[in-house]
Nanobody, 121 residues
Framework: QVQLVESGGGLVQAGGSLRLSCVAS????????MGWYRQTPGKQRELVAT???????NYADSVKGRFTISRDNARNTVYLQMNSLKPEETAAYYC???????????????WGQGTQVTVSS
């Protein structure tokens, strides 16, 4: 069974940095795109950043220039480096991956359980 496990969340002061990691484990054929989303209570989950197998990236406008997404395909891991964090970015951050479980099968979207990021003012 495929699992995504996030780590790296925590409490940081405004202006500080955190690095999130997400590892995909289990048996699968290939990971396509990977990404990070965030959600606060009562609001919809929103895109933070995504990265393709060819390392093409896409960012929410609000994080451009401060956040960097990267991936290590050998380790089945995606990272999110977050700099200059703001209090309004306090949220649960979720890892997402589009994974092909076996050759010739279609891909399936997977989510991690989330890691909390709290930015104090």
């Amino acid at each position: 069974q495929v699992q995504l496990v996030e780590s790296g969340g925590g409490l940081v002061q405004a202006g500080g940095s955190l690095r999130l990691s997400c590892v995909a484990s289990g048996r699968f054929f290939r990971i396509n795109s990977m990404g990070w989303y965030r959600q606060t209570p009562g609001k919809q989950r929103e895109l933070v950043a995504t990265i393709t197998t060819g390392d093409s990236t896409n960012y929410a406008d609000s994080v451009k220039g401060r956040f960097t997404i990267s991936r290590d395909n050998a380790r089945n891991t995606v990272y999110l480096q977050m700099n200059s964090l703001k209090p309004e970015e306090t949220a649960a951050y979720y890892c997402n991956a589009d994974i092909v479980p076996r050759l010739l099968l279609g891909s399936t979207n997977f989510w991690g359980q989330g890691t909390q990021v709290t930015v104090s003012s």
